[in-house]
């Protein structure tokens, strides 16, 4: 080539951007979340604002920094080993012990699934005063509707389902904010950690504790597996082990997104409800139940909200049992290694709802008592994940660091030690 001829330089290559593709992996959090945002947080959050005002906003937040490390741990533990938590706690036991462990498993699942048919048949008193037991029926039946979806065109259009109804509640729950906003004053100083007598205590301690759900913890770790990992990881030391790895390091980076994203949601949510309380009813009667706090709702801010907020507490109810009628299939599949139709599912633990919503008994004590039998079962699920997200033979490279080992035990100090508080103080009156 002659001198004189100029040589243009090669453009530099545009660097990758890998990480555009990381908003292809959200999803399975989202669903997740809707545990966080089922009807047994909806009185708890109400109460607290209605009671103490701004108060105890620094608990919801503390909360839904705690339920991000919880949730993105189940994920982490199905994407690293292609096996949900329930898989992994069954290869691990002898039979008699894994049957116990279902046993307590199972109660959790029918606790969580009692509290959120109770959510939507009062939404749909609420709403069009149909009577509770007939309006558990309907929530169990579109809950079976909701759950044909997975079955019949697979996980992501199951989850879009899911966060459409997250949506919806998210509307619902968060209206009455812009029709009588919370003062920014107040809101701040709710940041500061703080109480005012042994009752707030209480109230804070049944808020923090009562966040985690263990059935969202098995079932993240399912969501996580089912979507990203059609087959187990590669042996390592394989030729296919080296790129596998960086591959699962791209899906950790899109569910730590997805995660975070997911519970600033769901924990807007819950602090919207409490600031929706702590503006427009401090001081009312009768807003410790879901009911009374509605028709407060309706005195205060008009039927327009009440109506939204009925309408986000359904989407809350049809959305948070489908989900967990979901998670009990994934534990029966992961512990005793039997999988039965979700629809099958769905309408024998619907028989448990049904029957203590016909008893006539408060369905504000039904969700109390529900919210009891998920604190015993919080131990069996949060202590195995953090354990087991350190374990080098079982997670390799991406086991636990000493930073998250030490935040994921302090957090379930936390939770655990808060759920056995709860039991006592519930126990002793």
């Known amino acids: 080539m002659p001198d004189d001829v100029a040589v243009s330089p090669a453009r530099p290559a545009r660097p990758r951007r890998p990480e555009r593709g990381l908003w292809r992996l959200l999803g399975p959090a989202f669903v997740a979340a809707v545990a966080y945002v089922d009807p047994g947080n909806v009185a708890a959050n109400l109460t607290a604002g209605a009671r103490y005002g701004y108060l105890l906003v620094w608990v919801l937040v503390a909360a839904n920094v705690m339920a ?44 969580t699934d009692l509290a959120e048919v109770i959510g939507g048949a009062i ?66 100083g709710g940041l500061v950690p703080r109480f005012e007598g042994a009752d707030s205590v209480l ?12 059935h969202a913890i098995y079932l993240h770790s399912s969501l996580a597996r089912d979507r990203h990992r059609a087959t187990r990881p590669a042996v390592p030391g394989s030729a296919a082990y080296s790129g596998e790895q960086a591959e699962t390091r791209r899906l950790l980076r899109g569910t730590r997104l997805d995660v975070v994203l997911a519970l600033i949601v769901a924990g807007s949510v819950n602090i919207a409800m409490l600031l929706l309380a702590a503006a427009n009813l401090p001081g009312r009667a009768g807003t410790d139940s879901i009911e009374g706090a509605h028709a407060a709702i309706v005195d205060v801010l008009g039927p327009v909200v009440g109506v939204l907020f009925a309408v986000g507490l359904l989407a809350s109810g049809l959305a948070s049992t489908s989900v967990g009628a979901y998670a009990g299939a994934e534990i029966m ?6 999988r039965i139709s979700l629809l099958w599912r769905r309408a024998v633990t619907l028989i448990p709802a049904i029957v203590l919503l016909a008893t006539g008994i408060s369905p504000t004590w039904l969700l109390v008592m529900s919210q009891v039998v998920l604190s015993f079962g919080i131990p069996f699920a949060m202590i195995p994940l ?44």
């Open 68 to 111: 991000v490390l919880v949730q993105y741990l189940s994920a982490k533990l199905g994407i690293v080993t292609g096996r949900s938590l329930p898989e992994v706690l069954g290869e691990r036991m002898s039979r008699r012990t894994r049957l116990a462990y279902w046993g307590q498993a199972e109660v959790v699942a029918a606790a």
């Open 123 to 188: 939404a749909l008193n609420l709403l069009f005063g149909v009577p509770l037991v007939v309006g558990g029926i309907i929530t169990g039946v579109i809950s079976m509707l909701v759950l044909s979806i997975q079955q019949r065109r697979g996980q992501r259009a199951f989850e879009a389902v899911i966060t459409s109804m997250l949506a919806i509640l998210t509307v619902g729950f968060c209206a009455g904010l812009f029709f009588a906003p919370p003062s920014l004053e107040g809101v701040l």
């Open 203 to 214: 109230l804070a301690a049944s808020m923090l504790g009562a966040t985690v759900m263990p």
């Open 333 to 338: 599949q992961g512990l005793l290694k039997v």
């Open 386 to 429: 953090v354990r087991l997200t350190r374990d080098r033979a079982l997670m390799g490279e991406q086991r636990n660091g000493t930073v998250t080992q030490v935040a994921g035990w302090a957090v379930a100090t936390v939770i655990v030690a808060l759920n056995l508080v709860l039991l006592w103080l519930t126990f002793a009156g």
